[in-house]
């Protein structure tokens, strides 16, 4: 990956009028954006479906696209909604997003859509072209609406084990619903396929973010239950999480299903590499979220309630990277690396040679040297600001200890609380790292009521809204100066060749 740089901004956060952020017209006002101010890249957060807690981390699917991304106006265009029809569809403030409100609301008009398309050979090329797992997503989403959106794990037996004849019975009796799903399926990629061209075309690359695990209510696990770790009956054996540390005195209980290793190896990974495949056909970079838990990962047992008593087990390792790149090369992964590493994790991310991550947040504890200070990088990495589970640069300086916070200052020489954001911002834009990835929250310069997410919350999170008026031009020619300045340009690249 060349010197470069860009921005953390989450789909759901553009500004729209529809209650979340889409893929129409405030998204490629977005991308101009970056190209004015010299950004490389745009890196987003997971754009499945979401389900209970409005994660993006807990999809319905690791292939599905976010219904709620669809823009209405692009579909005004194609003659499927009016702008009145759009307009009554009213889906909460642009400030905060309501989640409530969008499920209310949002698929009632997407279904008026839906009356009215008619390209019959568009949608069955669509199926076909992604027969690996559209029929079982929208098959799996038409019976979870008839059961009250209930987990499938709740579910009439015939369905949750999934007897032949009690899905073919579903797959005729909901047919119009199923239908429905496909449409979605096809317009949301139908628009972030345009989208990503559009920003490809302006010098802009996107990356995309993979969780390691898929979420135990989705058609992932439903469908391909024997790929993980499920009973007999299909219910969990051990869930995801991670043990207790001097953040969580009783760890993290995530609740995932946890991969049976063995299988997807003797099918030689296909499961996880038609995932891969998937998702470079969407992102130009992809992001592995808990990369370390491809080395080893926490298992905690299903009957536990919080994840003091899991237990290390290994992951797939070297073997597992190897069959990736022999498909794939080995470009276009980051490997998020934060967290617990032991040597048999640094030596995994060696072997893979995927750049790692640096967080300024997590550099300044007073209490041990850090590997995140700038002075410790070298070339093959990326270095952020902060993440979405951080809070923004401003709210860090509020709420982190005193003696991290100063420690900060004299580290960067900062004599002033004014704008003070932008330091951390330049030191992450200066360093070795090839590529540094500044959240927009940043540089605007905003609180804690801002931030993404807090992990181990429920409530709050996945909200946030950037203001339609905050990509001003003068942003983007200070961002700009700042990219050229630290030869993080495209034009500065191309002087160097």
């Known amino acids: 990956m060349k010197r470069a740089s860009g921005i953390l901004l989450p789909v759901f956060s553009l500004p729209s009028p529809y209650g979340i952020g889409t893929f129409g017209a405030a998204a490629y006002a977005w991308v101009d954006f970056l190209a004015a101010a010299h950004q490389r890249w745009w890196q987003v957060l997971p754009l499945g479906p979401t389900s209970y807690g409005d994660s993006p981390y807990q999809s319905f699917s690791a292939f599905a696209g976010n219904p709620y991304f669809i823009d209405p106006e692009l579909l005004c265009r194609e003659g499927l909604l009016t702008p009145a029809e759009c307009a009554a569809a009213d889906c909460g403030s642009p400030d905060r997003i309501d989640y409530a409100a969008l499920y209310e609301r949002r698929f009632a008009l997407l279904r008026k859509a839906f009356a009215r398309f008619d390209d019959a050979a568009a949608l069955a090329q669509f199926r076909r072209a992604n027969a690996a797992w559209i029929e079982n997503y929208a098959l799996y989403t038409a019976i979870k609406a008839q059961n009250g959106q209930r987990s499938w794990l709740e579910w009439p037996e015939a369905l949750r084990l999934r007897d032949a004849a009690a899905l073919a019975e579903a797959g005729v009796r909901l047919r119009g619903d199923i239908d429905f799903c496909v449409f979605l399926q096809y317009e949301f990629f139908r628009q972030w396929q345009a989208l990503k061209e559009y920003a490809n075309a ?26 993980f770790q499920l009973d007999g009956e299909k219910h969990p054996i051990e869930v995801s999480g991670c043990p207790p540390d001097g953040f969580s ?12 290793w ?22 130009d970079v992809v992001r592995i979220d808990h ?54 994790v640094r030596a995994l991310l060696h072997h893979s040679g995927y750049p790692g991550m640096k967080v300024l947040q997590f550099a300044f504890d007073t209490r041990e040297e850090s590997d995140y200070l700038p002075h410790n990088y070298g070339r093959n990495c990326v270095v952020y600001t902060g993440t979405h589970d951080n809070d923004t640069m401003c709210g860090w300086l509020q709420t982190a200890r005193r003696a991290d916070v100063e420690y900060a200052r004299r580290y960067l020489d900062i004599h002033t609380p004014k704008d003070e954001q932008w330091q951390f911002i330049r030191a992450a834009m200066s360093s070795v790292a090839d590529l540094a990835v500044i959240p927009m929250q940043d540089y605007l310069g905003l609180g804690s009521e801002a931030r993404i997410n807090t992990p181990s919350t429920l409530g709050g999170n996945w909200m946030w809204r950037m203001a339609a008026g905050d990509c001003a031009p003068q942003l983007a020619v200070r961002i700009g100066e700042l990219t050229a300045l630290y030869g993080r340009a495209a034009k500065s690249e191309k002087a160097a060749e």
């Open 262 to 283: 063995d299988a997807l190896a003797a099918s030689g990974y296909d499961w996880w590499l038609h995932r891969l495949e998937a998702s470079f056909a969407m992102f």
């Open 291 to 344: 990369f370390r838990g491809l080395e080893s990962y926490y298992a905690i047992h299903a009957d536990e309630k919080t994840a003091k008593n899991g237990r290390w087990r290994k992951g797939p390792g070297v073997e597992f990277i190897d069959a990736i790149q022999k498909r794939f090369g080995r470009e276009r992964i980051i490997a998020e690396d934060l967290g617990f590493l032991t040597p048999q």
């Open 249 to 260: 005195a009783d760890g993290q209980l995530w609740g995932n299903p946890l991969y049976d």
């Open 202 to 227: 302006q010098g802009v690359g996107i990356i995309g973010d993979m969780p390691i695990y898929v979420a135990m209510d989705s058609a992932d696990t439903w469908a391909d239950s024997e790929l």
